[in-house]
Nanobody, 120 residues
Framework: QGQLVQSGGGLAQPGGSLNLSCAAS????????MNWYRQTPGKEREFIAA???????NYTDSVKGRFTVSRDAASRSAFLQMNNLKPGDTAVYYC??????????????WGQGTQVTVPS
């Protein structure tokens, strides 16, 4: 059974930075796309960033130029570097690993989530 363990959340002032980590175990990390999502109370979970096994990246518009997603094979980890943080970035952040093997066959693993708070 795959597992993702997150760390690195906390409190940051507007304009500050945080780096989130997501350590993988129990599956072939190099074959999975790694995604980052966030969720605030009363709102749906929002996709924010992804990185494929080939290091192709994708970001939602609100974080482009501020957040950077990366991965490291040696440590089996994904990262989300968050710079120039804004109060609107306050949320619980989740990492996710995803691999599509065939039509209708997808493997998903989720981290436990970590709180990021940026006060006004």
């Amino acid at each position: 059974q795959g597992q993702l363990v997150q760390s690195g959340g906390g409190l940051a002032q507007p304009g500050g930075s945080l780096n989130l980590s997501c350590a993988a175990s129990g599956f072939t990390f190099s074959a999975y796309t790694m995604n980052w999502y966030r969720q605030t109370p009363g709102k749906e979970r929002e996709f924010i960033a992804a990185i494929t096994p080939r290091w192709t990246t994708n970001y939602t518009d609100s974080v482009k130029g501020r957040f950077t997603v990366s991965r490291d094979a040696a440590s089996r980890s994904a990262f989300l570097q968050m710079n120039n943080l804004k109060p609107g970035d306050t949320a619980v952040y989740y990492c996710n690993a995803e691999m599509r093997v065939a039509w209708g066959k997808v493997y998903h693993y989720w981290g436990q989530g970590t709180q990021v708070t940026v006060p006004s």
